[in-house]
């Protein structure tokens, strides 16, 4: 699984040349933020199921999308919370490019489910998150930055 220190110790490897200053910078940066990252996570476990029953509130409620998917869509909005969390503890996003990213688009559409209404879940999620109610400014930015590294993803 990818993790700020193996990305950095795989990218010197492929390129035949031990890991340079400014790798080691980016891999203490990722250390620095870790109390962030590990906040964010215990916060994000405790209110999981709440985010996922909001969001799929705010989306399904505009009666834009077929109820019937609404269980499927709640199962999967989960399992995407369960993977960034999994993110924050690693400091990486390989949980996410490696079980959620890669072939979840394509069993959403396999499934028929929107893929916007997945975006639009996980915007609302991190345009609501309640700072400092959640959790705390810096634990909320690195969530954010996960959300919004997987609606780019999904996009």
Not at 23 to 32: L, Q
Not at 136 to 142: N, T
Request: proline share 3%; charged share 25%.
């Amino acid at each position: 699984m990818k993790s700020a220190v193996t990305t950095v110790i795989s990218s010197a490897d492929a390129a035949g040349r031990f890991p340079t200053i400014s790798d080691i910078e980016s891999v203490k940066g990722s250390f620095d933020r870790a109390n962030a990252r590990l906040e964010a996570a215990e916060k994000l476990a405790i209110h999981i199921d709440r985010f996922t029953s909001e969001a799929l509130d705010y989306v399904y409620g505009k009666q834009s999308y077929e109820q019937a998917n609404k269980d499927k869509c709640s199962r999967d909005i989960h399992h995407y919370l369960r993977l960034i969390n999994y993110c924050l503890v690693t400091g990486g996003t390989g949980p996410l490019d490696e079980w959620g990213i890669a072939g979840m688009r394509e069993v959403i559409r396999a499934q028929q489910l929107p893929t916007t209404a997945y975006i639009e879940s996980f915007s609302y999620i991190r345009d609501n998150l309640n700072i400092p109610s959640d959790m705390g400014q810096q634990a909320g930015a690195e969530f954010k930055s996960l959300l919004d590294y997987l609606i780019n993803a999904l996009a």
